[in-house]
């Protein structure tokens, strides 16, 4: 592999994880440098080495500014003799240095009150054996080595697959081995070193059991696939058996899922053994002290050395899919800052008794921010909510639907003192199960509300509409009845090819053709020739006017593409039906952050000529869309409505019923938040018959018209004249970015 190939591909894995490419590459190149441009330690086992090292440098970044915070908060100064002796003792790791750096402090002015008490062990459910990851990457080689919180690792193929195909990966929670780097059970019982507490070698790395989630249907607790990380991590109390601490955790599955979760893990040093803890149930309703302390428990963790430490990270929490859930849980407050109660009881829970799919909120705190996140179409949606009542309401209600999460088990209780106000909203699935796939929505911004319409997969009729299908209006020359299979393998296409000059406008691979993709495109941008048709009597010109229209504006002369449908002979995986085949990308609605509002980015590469999805809304006659439009509140933000006039240009003069446009506001699919671009947009739309020779009504296809990276926002030109004020929709202001962007004279 070249280099740049090996950098695509490093990348590739980083932007995954919403790393953007210049805060990794610097990293990436001082790794490269450690290892003298030898890539593999770099590209070992999914690139831990460079996700260990890109969230060491983010860490650094925040730990002088946690120093500050704690000083702060402490209302004391570190005394420093103690600092150098800590770093002194700490000759393994200076992340331990750092560790006890903070912990003599903590310890000084709170002790703590720990106990093993009602610990159990899960069977030894989430157990692991280190001693792979010890003699892989030995110290000195390290170049992150200081690192507190190593991370990532992915699953085997096998348990990849199984995530894929929805079956959990059972067998290695239930294994009563521990489990080695890639996943294998083993019986080795090589030592945890303990000396100094040097966590980072005692990290659980590729699976773990996250408590009691007996509340929701199905188990959530698996983290079965994908890249794991540690956000953040407490260490409760170390000994010279056992460490014990909390660790909050995201992951990134094979689907491009999003979870979060606590867990509370006790690492074993003489057996070697890591387990998740468990609390009787009784043990985690004792009353808490103002600190969030059990004060029951007499047991007392020998806390010499280690005690908690607390560790910033910037890193976004993320939200699980909680699908499955009786609600969306969609709250989250980014990772712990700063924490000051002492613990004991091993159950996190905040001090009002509400936590949230596993990351704790203390919603007494004023610093506290919530979102609700309920179904798109219920229309209670808040916005961000600053530690005011709504919050409040908002986490009770979190944590009366999702109460198991508080009750269970395994955590530790914690007041926080600081909370980021950073949000992150997350939806699993807006599609409520109707595509192929699931297409989740994010809000990194925590202010947005969400949008309110149903989702469907197909364009529905609002009323008025003519739309005639029928087998019968459909003519022997216009189907492949004689057909099988996939019309495409066949040597001489078939008469469903005619439309677009007797080749198919698919490639074997369900892609464009170019040729044809570019002669779309060259229509579009008015490089063509052939410019515009003007109808005699334009409906809508109409429809703005029925008394006195006025001309014609003329419309774009479209190509279409015909696929395939039922009178054809072939089968549904025929080459020329991509279009009613719906969405196979891996989709994802997000915030723009840059005024406007949802957009819609891909999450995988996607090659020139690939189908996207296609348009859909309530198809409505232009006259409706004006009564809409005029009886409008302005409130909503309207989807920019289509109009289906790829075929205005015939003769015939179209009836009102029979002038159509597609309205996306109120109900629609994944396309209504693709975002307007002008001329450069990276989505082209092309008019699609599929189950109607009749072009007054269309599909209207969006495909890519240029190839397209991971994580780039998907746009499309609505081909706005941003000059003409009489269109039946007050045109935005247009903040595409593009330099070619139409709506220059608006902007000065
Ligand atoms: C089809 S919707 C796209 C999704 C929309 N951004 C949302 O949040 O629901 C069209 C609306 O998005 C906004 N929009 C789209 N493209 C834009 C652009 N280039 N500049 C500013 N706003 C844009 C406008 O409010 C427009 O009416």
Partial sequence: MGINERLLKALKVTRGLGIPDKEVKPVLQDLLQVYEWNWEPVEAEEYRVLLDAYFESKENQGVEDEKEDNMEHDGSKRPSKRLQGAGKEDHVSSAVANSSKTLALEKAKMPLN?????????????????????????????????????????????????????????????????????????????????????????????????????????????????????????????????????????????????????????????????????????????????HGSSHTSKQNIPTSRCNRKLIKHKTKPLIGDMSHCSEPLSVVSSAVSSVRSSTGNHCVKSEDGVSTGGTVINNSSPEVVVTGGESLSSGRLKKRDSGNGNSERDLKKKGKNCSGILNSSNLVNIQQQTVTKRLFLSISDITKGVENVKISLVDEFGNEDLPKFTYMQQCTIYQGAYIHISLARISDEDCCSSCSGDCLSSSIPCACARETGGEFAYTQQGLLKEKFLDACLSMLTGVHDQGLVYCQDCPLERSKNEKFPEQCKGHIIRKFIKECWRKCGCNMNCGNRVVQRGITCELQVFLTGDGKGWGLRTLQDLPKGTFVCEYVGEILTNTELYERNMESSGSERHTYPVTLDADWGSERILKDEEALCLDATFSGNVARFINHRCFDANLTDIPVEVETPDRHYYHLALFTARNVNALEELTWDYGIDFSDHNHPIKAFKCGCGSAVCRDVKRKS
């Fill in 114 to 290: 720990t106990s093993t008490q009602g610990i159990t062990e899960l069977s030894q459910k989430c157990s692991m054996d280190r001693s792979k990851e010890f003699s892989s990457q030995p110290v000195d080689k390290q170049p992150n080595s200081k690192r507190k919180d190593p991370i990532s690792s992915h699953l085997p193929s096998t348990d990849r697959k199984s995530s894929h195909d929805g079956v959990r990966v059972s067998h290695a929670v239930d294994s009563k081995q521990p489990l080695d780097a890639h996943g294998s059970s083993h019986t080795s019982k090589q030592n945890i070193p303990t000396s100094h507490c040097n966590r980072k070698l005692i990290k659980p790395k590729i699976k773990l059991l996250i408590g009691d989630m007996s509340h929701c249907s199905e188990p959530l607790a698996v983290v079965s696939s994908g890249t794991l990380i540690l956000l953040s991590d407490i260490l409760l109390s170390c000994d010279n058996s056992t460490c014990i601490f909390v660790a909050k955790y995201f992951w990134l599955d094979f689907e491009l899922k999003l979870g979060c979760a606590l867990c509370c893990l006790s690492a074993n040093h003489s057996t070697g053994n890591w387990s998740s803890l468990t609390m009787p149930p009784n043990h985690s309703k004792q009353p808490l002290d103002a």
